[in-house]
């Protein structure tokens, strides 16, 4: 199972961008997906997280508000929109799922894409 990140770029301060993340590969259940961020000199954070029904999220309390999670049950996909933008939200976002196969439950990252957020 592979994850594959997209929508990553250069937005300005109150600017809008949408990640998506898009699995490919087997035969699973989604438990979780969810985007984390990682800045430069900083440990890897969760920005968001959404259950496999799509019902559940969660949010760090720095995007409340202005991030939104979401998922295409049918297309295994995820995406994160970015609204209202800030310089601290400059980082590489990395797509996580939590899943489970016939084989049992397995977690994958993707490889991350950057966001860079110009003031």
Known sequence: VQLVESGGGLVQAGGSLKLSCATSGGTFRINAMGWY???PGKQRELVAVINGGGGTTNYADS????FTISMDNAKSTVYLQMKNSKPEDTAVYY???AARSTW???NRWGQGTQVTVSS
């Open 37 to 39: 961020r990682q800045a």
């Open 63 to 66: 995007v409340k508000g202005r």
């Open 95 to 97: 797509c996580n799922l």
């Open 104 to 106: 049992g439950p397995f």
